[in-house]
């Protein structure tokens, strides 16, 4: 049931995001449907991807992209990935958890924003912000088939 | 469009249907695409072969790794086989920027130096093995000057590709001249390589600015580089003719930047040609090789020869997830807001009476080795999975 269910919200959201990814039901309804999903799921995982790649650049200290997405995340040379090549030891699986450094219970966003402001000595960035989120979604994708595992360390 | 929301017999059979199962599979393997461990099927493949090479060995190896600090202090001793004992100090990977961009690596590096300096009685030489700039700058590479010719010892250098790819070595070769080279000290033939110079041409056709070839460089994992670390047909040739007058039972010592074994590819913790020096060196029964690049504790044993990688005074790089030898014992996990924390220099030497040469990994904080594996900057391996940047950047 639950493959079902999932299955069928997708579909709703397909119908919420209008014209652009309907296609006229002129073959077989069952075709269609099939057809509609995948350029629904595409849509999405390109969209996801353009975030992976804006946090990408962010996190190998591309200064273009912080000035345009208007952060400092360093002012010590050190860009993330100086210490993460390939977003290793970011855990993004393990969070939330006890936070030694910070002496918190914290989530992978504050973990990303203390090692702004400490290791890397750059400005604090808006925890909602677009920054923010596109760092989490190339930390994320990078340790995609990691387990989760929430609270360890 | 009107879509049906309720489960309908239709809904059910079109979920069971062949056609929406081979989209299914078709969207999985679009959406959900497998992790890449890199290489991972060769790697595997390898890993068995280096597990073999030392598997004979394994019980006593355990014991290798450890910092043998009570070996050390038997300088000058003369012992047989017209071999000395005596000392020398590695110092790497101090990755300087301009002074005025990061002062913490300049700190540390002149840290480092004044350590070597302390040393009673002093090293024979230093060796420097490579990364003394991050991005190549002839200013980054004459401030890392200045603080070296500190020591007044006898210096030997190396270069790291931080120090190459923005001028192409030029300012690198005009401070210290070109390898590989080789001299004999106490009855140890010392033998330094560029594991760093022969990069394809990744530029050339991109347009790349010497700026731009420097960051593809700079990056660790980064794929538009390749695999640039190797000695290349003139170093091995170099390599084998150094080696033929010298006795098979006699000390060697290879001073690299990169391992001389495929540790981890996609991070160059290798060199492309390995298993070529690997024949060549064969027949030596006692043979180190001392490497910087992956600025953390590493040991490794592949036949007779012995591996030992050392320190950066910069950062430490975390372990890879997969190809960590057997045979090392991992540093402890660092604090990453302690700057002296998992990084420092190297003391080394060779012992006439074990014939071996001796290391001892100088951290500035306390906790070099993990005690316990959950302390260990290996514990996570087997639950990261990771994947390469997007877009082979």
Redesign the interface.
């Known amino acids: 049931m639950r493959a079902k269910r999932s299955f069928w919200m997708v579909a709703a959201v397909s119908a919420c995001l209008g014209s652009a990814f309907c296609l006229a039901p002129t073959g077989p309804a069952r075709a269609d449907k099939v057809a509609e999903q995948l350029a629904v799921m595409k849509t999405f995982d390109e969209l996801f991807m353009e975030q992976v790649k804006i946090g990408d650049s962010l996190f190998h200290g591309d200064a273009a992209m912080e000035k345009k997405m208007n952060v400092v995340l360093s002012t010590t040379g050190m860009a993330c990935a100086m210490c993460h090549p390939f977003a290793a030891d970011t855990h993004p699986a393990q969070y939330p958890k006890w936070q030694e450094q910070m002496s918190k219970f914290a989530a992978l966003r504050d973990m990303i924003n203390w090692c702004i402001e400490k290791p890397n000595q750059g400005e604090l960035i808006d925890p909602d912000g677009p920054a923010m989120k596109a760092l989490e979604a190339y930390i994320t994708w990078s340790n995609q088939n990691s387990p989760l595992a929430a609270g360890t360390h | 469009?009107?879509?049906d929301?309720h489960?309908d017999e239709?809904?059910?059979?079109?979920?069971e249907?062949e056609?929406?199962q081979k989209?299914r599979k078709?969207?999985r393997q679009?959406?959900w695409r497998?992790?890449v461990r890199a290489d991972q099927n060769v790697g595997i493949s390898r890993r068995v072969l280096i597990n073999r090479a030392v598997l004979g060995g394994a019980a006593a190896a355990a014991s290798l790794w450890l910092p043998r600090i009570n070996t050390m202090d038997m300088a000058y001793a003369q012992e047989g086989g017209g071999v000395e004992t005596f000392r020398f100090a590695w110092i790497s990977d101090t990755h300087l920027?301009p002074k005025e961009?990061?002062t913490?690596f300049v700190e540390k590096a002149v840290r480092a130096v004044n350590d070597v300096k302390a040393m009673d009685p002093p090293p024979d030489f230093l060796i420097f093995g490579g990364d003394l700039a991050?991005l190549g700058d002839p200013v980054e590479l004459k401030l890392g000057n200045e603080i070296i010719q500190e020591l007044q010892i006898k210096k030997y250098f190396i270069p790291g590709e931080h120090d190459w790819y923005l001028d192409m070595g030029k300012t690198w070769t005009e401070l210290y001249g070109a390898s590989p080279w080789t001299f004999d000290h106490k009855g140890v033939r010392f033998i330094g390589i560029d594991t760093v110079s022969r990069a394809q041409d990744y530029w050339t056709a991109k347009n790349m600015s010497p700026q731009e070839r420097m960051a593809h460089m700079s990056?660790?994992?980064?794929a538009v580089a390749g695999a640039w670390s190797g000695l290349g047909q003139e170093q091995l040739d170099y390599l084998d003719k150094t080696l033929s007058d010298w006795g098979t039972d006699k000390p060697v010592v290879i001073f690299t930047h990169n391992p001389l074994y495929e540790y981890y590819p996609?991070?160059n913790f290798w060199v492309r040609d390995w298993r070529e020096v690997h024949e060549i060196v064969k027949p030596y029964t006692k043979i180190t090789n001392i490497h910087g690049h992956t600025h953390q504790v590493l040991y490794n044993e592949i036949g007779a020869m012995r591996s030992i990688g050392m320190l950066a005074t910069s950062?430490?790089?975390?372990y890879?997830?997969e190809g960590v030898p057997d045979l090392t014992v991992p540093m402890a996990r660092t604090?990453?807001?302690d700057?002296f924390d998992g990084v420092g220099w190297g003391k080394l030497g060779f012992n006439a009476e074990t014939q071996k040469v001796d290391h001892e990994w100088m951290m500035w904080r306390e906790e070099v080795l993990a005690t316990i594996p959950?302390k260990s900057g290996t514990s996570?391996n087997p639950?990261?999975?990771?994947?390469?940047?997007?877009?082979g950047?």
């Open positions: 469009m009107s879509i929301h489960h239709h809904g059910d059979k079109l979920l249907s056609d929406f989209a078709e969207m679009t959406l497998p992790g920027y961009v990061n913490r991050q990056g660790l994992d980064g996609p991070w950062w430490p790089w975390p890879a997830p604090n990453p807001g700057p959950q996570d639950t990261t999975f990771l994947r390469p940047r997007p877009d950047r």
